[in-house]
């Protein structure tokens, strides 16, 4: 069985910096997309950033500059730094991840527990 988790967040004052990690564990194959969605008090699930094996991170337009995705392949775990945090960044962040699980032919989308940032004075 697959699982994304999540550690990190909490609240930070505005201009401050996080740091958040998701792991994936269980019976993987192969793990192509991971990175990092969020979702905001009465608004829709949106992207944050994400990065594909061997390949240079993508973000959203809204963190550019600030957010610093990485991965570490051998630990099936993405990091994602956060700096120069914003109120706007207020959101509850979702781990996601195509992960092909051992024993399966197909890549599946696997989401984490979702864990909260707060930025506030």
């Known amino acids: 069985q697959v699982q994304l988790v999540e550690s990190g967040g909490g609240l930070v004052q505005p201009g401050g910096s996080l740091g958040l990690s998701c792991a994936a564990s269980g019976s993987i194959a192969s793990i192509n997309r991971m990175g990092w969605f969020r979702q905001a008090p009465g608004k829709r699930r949106e992207f944050v950033a994400h990065i594909t094996s061997g390949d240079y991170p993508n973000y959203a337009d809204s963190v550019k500059g600030r957010f610093t995705l990485s991965r570490d392949n051998a630990k099936n775990t993405v990091y994602l730094q956060m700096n120069d945090l914003k109120p706007e960044d207020t959101a509850v962040y979702y781990c996601?991840?195509?992960?092909?699980?051992?024993?399966?032919?197909?890549?599946?989308?696997?989401w984490g527990q979702g864990t909260q940032v707060t930025v506030s004075s």
């Open positions: 996601n991840a195509a992960i092909r699980p051992s024993g399966t032919l197909y890549f599946d989308d696997f």
